[in-house]
């Protein structure tokens, strides 16, 4: 290979970012919102409801997966695009950890020099920085616990949402507490093999399949903004593609000024989840009429 010429794999992983446009996901999440804001109509706030939490995993799974990707050589790119199910969550659930390769090499290296860039003042950049770290383990959280809804979605549609206010709380020695009020509720289905060691079901359910019940309950516009959150990350991931592919052209890295102690933020923190054993079977495969 001569100097200046380029491996077919760096030639596609160069031109699936300089084509990659993903403020298409900035768009669904503006678009859900302006109609989640605008009507007063339960439905429509409820479809807006399952729309904006659908999109929320979406995006979390697109920005791991390129992250997963832009660090890898150009000649393992193209494995670590097409990242196998179980090995995007393998990756995602190691990205909890503080001292992991993602939270080191991603948010430390790549992401706190762009919010220092951007935000001038010292203080507000590292309140900022401290704020993408939670909310990166939130977002972590969120998508491991709940990425099964993503298939009751998109198959079956085997899910049911609300818009409505729910307020839960403790109760000891006859004294109430309460644990914090939502307003969006989420209702799905999931199938999984039992397993030794889980709480949810008998023994004699070990190895059957087991459909189980989820309750999810949150405050749509903490999701709005979680979901901005991490597209500004996937943008930020691109716009480093893009830098290495033209390195003579001129890319655009943003952040987001965030204060999780503004009221905004603390009044939306409330989220609570239920999941338990609905049924199971043991004819694994489908009857046909």
């Known amino acids: 290979m001569t100097e200046g010429t380029i491996t077919a794999q760096e030639k596609f992983r160069n031109e699936y970012y300089l084509k990659l446009e993903v403020i298409y996901w900035l768009k669904k999440i503006d678009a859900c919102h302006e109609r989640y804001t605008n009507t007063e109509d339960i439905v429509e706030k409820s479809e807006c409801v399952i729309d904006i939490y659908s999109i929320y995993l979406q995006i979390i799974e697109i920005l791991f997966i390129n992250i997963n990707a832009a660090g890898a050589s150009p000649a393992t790119f193209l494995p670590n695009l097409f990242i196998r199910n179980d090995q995007l969550r393998e990756f995602i659930q190691s990205a909890k950890k503080s ?59 085997r899910v049911d949402f609300k818009s409505q206010k729910s307020e839960y709380s403790l109760t000891k020695d006859k004294q109430h507490y309460s644990l914090g009020v939502t307003n969006a509720q989420i209702k799905y289905y999931s199938k999984n093999k039992g397993k030794t060691g889980d709480p949810l079901i008998e023994p004699e359910l070990i190895g059957k399949d087991i459909v189980y019940d989820h309750l999810v309950s949150f405050n749509a516009e903490r999701i709005f903004g979680k979901a901005k959150f991490v597209y500004t990350l996937l943008e930020n991931v691109v716009a480093r593609g893009k830098q290495l592919a033209q390195p003579d052209k001129n890319v655009y890295y943003r952040c987001m000024e965030i204060d999780l102690g503004s009221k905004e933020w603390k009044d939306t923190s409330s989220s609570f989840r239920h999941k338990m054993q609905f049924a199971y079977f043991t004819d694994t495969e489908p009857t046909q009429s």
Request: net charge positive.
């Open 99 to 157: 001292n992991s390769n993602v939270q080191e090499g991603f948010l430390s290296k790549r992401i706190k020099p762009i919010i220092n860039f951007l935000i001038k003042d010292a203080e507000k950049a590292d309140k900022t920085y401290r704020a993408y770290k939670t909310l990166f383990k939130e977002l972590i959280s969120d998508y491991l616990k709940d990425y099964e809804m993503l298939n009751a979605y998109k198959h079956g549609f």
